[in-house]
């Protein structure tokens, strides 16, 4: 199976600023990674595919990048509803697999 | 507007199966092009990825739970489900259906807002 290894595993961070999380394969996986925002006790919410298409609907302040086995979800100014969880996704191969998740904190 | 909707027991016992339905409006799901998926999230962790079945019954399945798991399609009920057998304290957790966005990327776009399952005698 393929690891997909989030970090931070947790981030504090205030409204307006700009926070990195990354996400890193065990094997090369191309661009086949989505990312998604997660909110207590709710279903995540798609945000990225392809590892830098931004799903439609999803504010302009999100971004991905990356390619290979290391990628970045950018959030260039926060807002307060983007406190928290981002998981990142490999479908390069199958079992599809989630990184452990990263809790944006105020 | 795609929606989906887990239905099913919120407790089964060890030992027993464990039956979802997913429902499906907003579209077809036996002409859709689309994947649809089974995720799940043990209270407090992260999501795990169950298998998904395509539009024309071929599922792709974990296989941590292969041995115990089917999925399937009932188009007539434009619905498709999870079975899985010999449950224990390790599947209890919130099941999400999910639908595969148009891109085609392996990517999740369309969610169901997940069924809590306990288990427990």
């Known amino acids: 199976d393929i690891q997909m290894t989030q970090s931070p595993s947790s981030v504090s961070a205030s409204v307006g600023d700009r926070v990195t999380i990354t996400c890193r394969a065990s094997?090369?996986?191309?661009?086949?990674v989505a990312w998604y925002q997660q909110a207590p006790g709710k279903k995540p919410h798609l945000l990225i595919y392809?590892?830098?298409t931004l799903q439609t609907g999803v504010p302009s302040r999100f971004s991905g990048s990356g390619s290979g086995t290391e990628f970045t979800l950018t959030i260039s100014s926060l807002q307060p509803e983007d406190f928290a969880t981002y998981y990142c996704?490999?479908?390069?191969?199958?079992?599809?697999?989630f990184g452990q998740g990263t809790k944006l904190e105020i | 507007q795609v929606q989906l909707q887990e239905s099913g027991p919120g407790l089964v016992k060890p030992s027993e199966s464990l039956s979802l339905i997913c429902s499906v409006s907003g579209g077809s799901i036996s002409t859709s092009v689309h994947y649809w998926g089974w995720i799940r999230q043990p209270p407090g962790k992260g999501l795990e990825w169950i298998g998904n079945i395509d539009y024309v019954g071929t599922t792709y399945y974990n296989p941590s739970l292969k041995s115990r798991l089917t999925i399937s399609l009932d188009t007539s009920s434009n619905h498709f489900s999870l079975m899985l057998t010999s449950v224990t304290a390790a599947d209890a957790a919130l099941y999400f259906c999910?639908?595969?966005?148009?891109?085609?990327?392996?990517?999740?776009?369309?969610w169901g807002q997940g069924i809590l399952v306990a288990v427990s005698s």
């Open positions: 392809a590892a830098s």
């Open positions: 996704q490999q479908a390069h191969s199958f079992p599809y697999t």
């Open positions: 094997q090369g996986v191309s661009n086949w």
């Open positions: 999910a639908r595969g966005g148009d891109a085609g990327f392996g990517e999740f776009e369309y």
